[in-house]
């Protein structure tokens, strides 16, 4: 079994990002290292996984699994065809009534995008307000099917509920990657109330700084009528209706979450799945490299005959 804790985290971080076909470059590794540890240190450790690691034109990835390299070139470069569009998207999106943060999500979040122009996007709420945010939303794609463009809000939280009540290795991935695109004061709010990301990520991740976010007055000219009691009413006849509506729906359970804070519809426990995939990756590992039975370099298992488990395309709408 993988004795040294440095080397047993990133074949850990590698497997992880290898259920999406994802190499990592040197910096991203260190990033989502679980444990913390200076890059020198990472790259001596690297060296002592040979025939467990491999690297090609700087990504890192476990042995056997050079495919996924090109794999993310090509993620990379359909991604760039659609990331300006993602962007304007959500920038409209932060403009609509009750919308307090836009950040982009998913797949394409950190360009490893391989479907049609589906855009993942988290958005914080005014506190009540929800159920009315997201029906605005929906709106809008109905307009951005016009431009044959799907956006997906798959997660909306209220302003007053920002701290994330599960605490793992899926649901740091999601919050650390996403990309903020409108209301940075609101996302820097959520990353201090879900400050627990650091103890999966110890040694940092990239930093968004702060800037002017002061309410559009085409936005609150939108919100006024639906401020008082008209607006508490839609918004709990919109609640229900779509709660009873979405809680039918096929694999709801423990990863979809409706109430008057939160809307998550992970009707496909990506999560779940996820996890599973990682422990099956480490489990190959660890059974290849005990007993003395096989060498470093015998990998019979062969990951590159697994397909990659998900992109985090949740179904919500």
């Not at 919050?175 to 109330?193: N, S, T």
């Not at 990239?206 to 009413?233: C, N, V, W, Y």
């Not at 005990?290 to 470093?296: R, V, W």
């Given at each position: ?7 047993h ?24 290292l ?13 060296g ?6 491999g690297?090609?034109d ?5 042995t056997d699994r ?27 999106l ?38 009315m ?56 709010k ?7 990301t ?7 991740f ?12 085409i ?13 508490d009413?839609?918004?709990?006849w ?15 359970g ?8 939160i ?13 599973e ?12 490299n ?5 060498t ?11 397909p ?10």
């Amino acid at each position: 079994m993988f004795t040294d804790e440095l080397e047993h985290a990133i074949l850990k971080t590698l497997a992880y990002s290898d259920i999406f076909d994802y190499p990592l470059r040197l910096d991203e590794l260190y990033s989502y290292l679980p444990i913390r540890a200076e890059i020198e240190q990472m790259s001596l450790a690297l060296g002592s996984l040979n025939g467990l690691v491999g690297i090609k034109d700087g990504y890192y990835f476990l042995t056997d699994r050079e495919i996924i390299v090109e794999i993310r070139k090509q993620h990379n470069a359909y991604s760039q065809k659609l990331f300006q569009h993602a962007l304007i998207f959500g920038q409209i999106l932060g403009a609509l009534p009750f919308i307090r943060m836009v950040a982009l999500t998913g797949s394409l979040a950190v360009m490893n995008s391989f479907k049609n122009a589906d855009f993942d996007y988290m958005l914080i709420a005014a506190p009540g307000r929800v159920w009315m945010a997201r029906g605005f939303a929906l709106l809008l794609n109905r307009l951005a099917r016009l431009f044959g463009c799907t956006l997906c809000p798959n997660l909306i939280v209220s302003e007053s509920s920002l701290a994330w009540p599960t605490h793992d290795l899926y649901s740091a991935h999601e919050l650390c990657q996403m990309i903020p695109i409108a209301g940075m004061d609101v996302y820097l709010k959520l990353m201090k109330a879900n400050h627990w990301t650091q103890e999966f990520f110890p040694n940092g991740f990239k930093t968004f700084k702060s800037s002017d976010d002061s309410q559009a007055l085409i936005q609150k000219i939108l919100e006024a009528p639906l401020r008082g009691k008209l607006g508490d009413h839609i918004e709990q006849w919109e609640m229900k209706r779509k709660i009873t509506q979405l809680s039918k729906q096929a694999d709801f359970g423990n990863e979809t979450v409706f109430n008057a804070n939160i809307c998550q519809g992970n009707f496909a426990h990506h999560n779940q799945r996820t996890n599973e995939a990682l422990q099956e990756r480490l489990q190959q590992y660890i059974n290849a490299n005990t007993g003395g039975e096989k060498t470093n370099s015998s990998h019979e298992r062969n990951l590159s005959n697994q397909p990659a488990v998900i992109q985090n395309d949740k179904e919500l709408i």
